[in-house]
């Protein structure tokens, strides 16, 4: 690896910890609570959860754990997409469980899930591990999508456990991931293993979080980087006064990113998901009310602008979700028909007979080269992707049809943009930097107490690193029962935008006048040293929310 | 202006000038050398700059000036694309101006050359210009894209100087907004207005570079963006091992900013147009060669990869220019004709009629998208637009062309990215703050030495700042004679990648190591705090060209 300045005085950051953490293992013992329930459908998840169900919140206290120093390996496993800090994570848990005693050993499964299926492992030494301090990526071990759901898996995971004489999995994960856990982390009891699983709360998303979990890691360097983007954009806009930017964010179905990005940098539209959703607009009312934006500011002599669009918007539209469904059916159903159809026209006249009526109007209203990436981009199943569509340039299209469509001569350039794979791999910030770390040291020293199907638990995240709280959820308390592939299935339920939340608030409040006035404020880039309020900055999502 | 926790701090930041200019500038005096002459068509230019040219290279010693204390009223203008540090030049300007008489009053043109030509002007104030140090972007006064090449426009210039009071004007511009200065800096002096002017060589293109201006500013900022970016992305292919990202970067016709890049994160591959021009390749040797690379990882079982393409690749490739200045040129004499043909394969047949054989060819060999982008986007000229020509999915679809081609069996998924406007209004490194506060503060020590037709040179720029090397070019000895528009004009020449530059060799040295293994360096965000390896960084073209 030929290492970049940064990188090489990143290996010199100390993480910060609570304070409670400082304390050597063996000498942090775990408080537990009354026991818990679910989030929803607790008598369902009780029958399936016998062994975990209502487990106790846990905290730690100073105090004895001699158990702390017993002989122990541990195997961890980074699940699904990349965020920032996954590698202070792994860290965290290395200098924990080193500190317990240093005979321990730390392996990493490699390429994810998988890896500990088909026993693919590396032993994390020092000198790799201080290969990765304090950097993005997960490539110290790699990661994947494999989700260990079937008996054969978690047999095979518990052989691969023993061989290795490893007494805890850690997975590093999202909600799905973490759903994965708490089955395995049941089933591992089940079979009286004695090895417990713990998870902890990755991705850039921010759609996992609670009353226990204020944030996933990653989410604060992902959208201060996205942020940094935007806000050099605006200022581009506000120097050029020649174009409308539509940028397009990752985040899945949740809108958090999209929202904590407008937060940062107060652009003059951006669309949050939930909000369609619940208010049930068509995809021309949307762009509709963008183009009202966009008049009003032309009439003030701004023809120019920057709005933020989240990448899960179209599942959000009532008639594209119903568009895409009966696509997906229509095309399944119909694949041999519909392959022998000449050219799109023939496609698009074959659909029109068969589409219901909403269906065929909402596919009437879409820019043509949007209806090609309907019925061309199919996944490998036939079902249409929904992320490859490019909702900013759908939009800025619908945009422009709108304003013919009143009568306004004026002008509208737009640019498309799309940040995602920008941020996920990222230096991660002072916060996540911490945070991750913490959360690694705090899943060894829950481990060392003894818990399982735990998900590691770092709160009062607004405040200072020494008086954050440091504990574990278990992971049923998260869990309700949904819809997954047709069967009903235990899961952690994802956590969207509220619409009562105190930053949704906060937008909702101010988004008229961003609108209309120019009121770009522009982050920077993520800055890891200079003056505490550059530098251990964290989101605003999290500091409206602690202001509750 | 709602002000970021980064934007509050960078206002406390003073930039760094050379040991020289720390000098009152009633203290600084210019020191003539020997005539000059100019890049090429001496005869021709001398001509045409019948007071400015030979004018000879100025520098500066300690030494009295006192007219640097008499009254002055300045005006400034920014010009073109913006580029980060803009803001900086105003600011070193304006207190160059006040430390010579603070009775001095500095007048900002806005929305680029036309606001002279117009008079929309804007008295730069304390309150103003404390708004805007160290800020990216030019929304101090706006920027524009009117060229000044008119006798009607210069006369404007002169009228609105004198009703102003304005004896000097400082442009901040490109290669072209400098041809401007230097034509208007002669018409001034052929009509003894006695008003000077001044320019300042901005672009992140990095084309306006020379002996006595090593690079312009906004290239080191713009470099350091992208390369965050490109660095972030790298790292997420190399966790997840499964996608090619295809990465375009702005930059003109010039392909500097996508070898700083390079250089800065070695990449597994990288065009440089220059190359691809000088070895006549044909676009399907181009991808050819991608393809290799992409089959060797892929055998090595690395099916990933991350490869830079510079913005002005397709003009610099021989048969596809061909094929644009056909097109151009048929679309233009049979416009009604072929607006009449219904559809793209009736367009396509008519060209295929009309086209040399070698064009033909070309065009045959484009994905369809892109055919059609070439039909559709065109500018209110008619021309093909080729600035907007998708040349990042154009290759990966080329590529994957050719690896069926060789009948090879390997996954191969590829992702798009387009980086530009992010780069152009950062906030400027310190690198950028610290040379265009210089620069804008070296030109007022040259307008406070009577001199005109000049360009602010600050040299020695791989040195620390204290070192560097303030002082004057004359616009003249930069130019040649070129064919625009079809008439013969003086311009100063468009300094393109040189295939013997020290940045250019240190690439082509170590290609081959970053395509095969994986050799990527994170530089990550922008530092304008910490250590100094990180926040005093310079680009590695610079420091690879002030090795020599």
Known sequence: MD???????????????????????TEIKAVLGEPTSAYADADKLKEIFKNHFGAPVALFEAGPNPAAAAPRNIGVILSGGQAPGGHNVIAGLFDGLKAGNKENKLFGF???????VDDKAVEITDDLMNAYRNTGGFDIIGSGRTKLETVEQFDKCI?????RNISAVVIIGGDDSNTNAAVLAEYFAEKKTGISVIGCPKTIDGDLKNEYIETSFGFDTATKTYAELIGNIERDANSAKKYWHFIKLMGRSASHIALECA?????????ISEEVEKEQKTLMQVAKEIADIVITRAKAGKTFGVGLIPEGLIEFIPEMKKLIAELNDL?????????????FSAQTKWLKQHFSKDSAAAFDSLPEGIAKQLLLDRDPHGNVQVSLIETEKLLSEMVKKAIKA??????FSALHHFFGYEGRCAFPSNFDADYCYSLGYNASVLIANGLSGYLSSIRN?????DQWIPGGIPLTMMMNMEQRHGMLKPVIRKALVELDSAPFREFAANRDKWAEETCYTYPGAIQYYGPSSVCDLTTRTLYFESRK
Do not use: H, W
């Open 110 to 116: 490699l390429g994810g899930p998988s890896g500990i």
């Open 3 to 25: 290492l970049s300045p940064l990188q090489t005085e990143r290996y010199r950051y100390q993480p910060k910890l609570p304070a409670l953490l400082r304390k050597n293992p």
């Open 461 to 465: 995240l607004a405040a200072p690193a």
């Open 159 to 163: 052989d691969v456990c023993k061989r």
């Open 406 to 411: 009143r009568g306004e001569e004026i002008k």
């Open 263 to 271: 937060l940062q940098t107060q652009p003059n539209f951006c669309i």
């Open 331 to 343: 095309m399944a159903q119909n694949e041999a028909e519909f392959s022998q159809l000449a050219d």
